[in-house]
């Protein structure tokens, strides 16, 4: 079965300066989506980015993007000049492609997620 | 642009009793899910639905029953709440083309006393 991890409950960050929030995955499955879900306290879930696994070109989305390492299964998040805005719930999330009959038609599977502070 | 929507927001009901959580989206979608987050636990899937009249088990599912009647509504419903149950409860939905990212309603917060 599919896993997500994401190692570190908590991390903290000066405004402006830049962060990683780290995730990690295990999957046999060679085409798949990765996702970053970002949770502020109103606790809507925003899309942040996305990575096709069939790519090697890393996603960016203004001042987000990712790091991914296909081989090592790893999907790192990073979040430059951080704003007070940023301040959230990150999860990270995988979903496979390929459809498999009677199989879990490609669902979300969700880390713990990574709780993001922001100092001003 | 309504997209999905929970409700209630807010419920606080005794042990024993029945409830049932309503999920309406209106972006024609196939797929719609229910998930529970928990305290440092993410969210786990409890039920999911292709389509119309198919409903299927998720990783939790146990106290929970699910009908899908209409492609456009997806209802969770609870017949006997227990305090374990207490949570917050995310109905998302997609749609099969694409990268199939989730759309999510804003949550609903359930306290089983």
């Known amino acids: 079965a599919q896993t997500v991890t994401q190692s570190q409950p908590e991390m903290s960050v000066q405004e402006a300066e830049t962060v990683t929030l780290s995730c990690t995955y295990d999957?046999?499955?060679?085409?798949?989506?990765l996702f970053w879900y970002k949770q502020p306290p109103s606790r809507q879930m925003i899309l942040v980015i996305r990575?096709?696994?069939?790519?090697?070109q890393n996603a960016t989305e203004n001042r987000f993007s990712v790091n991914f390492q296909k081989a090592a299964k790893s999907f790192s998040l990073k979040i430059s000049d951080s704003q007070l805005g940023d301040a959230a719930m990150y999860f990270c999330a995988y979903r496979r492609s390929s459809y498999r009959p009677g199989g879990s038609q490609g669902n979300l599977i969700f880390g713990k997620g990574t709780k993001l502070s922001v100092k001003p | 642009n309504a997209g999905v929507t929970q409700t209630p927001k807010f419920r606080v009901l005794k042990t024993g009793q029945s409830m049932t959580l309503l999920c309406a989206q209106d972006?024609?979608?196939?797929?719609m899910y229910w998930y529970r987050q928990d305290p440092g636990m993410g969210l786990r899937l409890i039920h999911y639905s292709v389509g119309e009249g198919t409903t299927a088990k998720g990783e939790v599912p146990d106290g929970y029953n699910v009908s899908r009647l209409k492609k456009q509504n997806f209802l969770l419903g609870l017949e006997s709440a227990a305090p374990s149950q207490t949570s917050v409860y995310f109905c998302a939905s997609r749609g099969r083309a694409g990268y199939g990212e989730l759309f999510f309603g804003e949550g609903s917060r359930l306290t089983v006393l």
């Open positions: 990575q096709e696994a069939y790519k090697q």
């Open positions: 972006m024609n979608h196939e797929y």
């Open positions: 999957t046999s499955e060679s085409d798949y989506y």
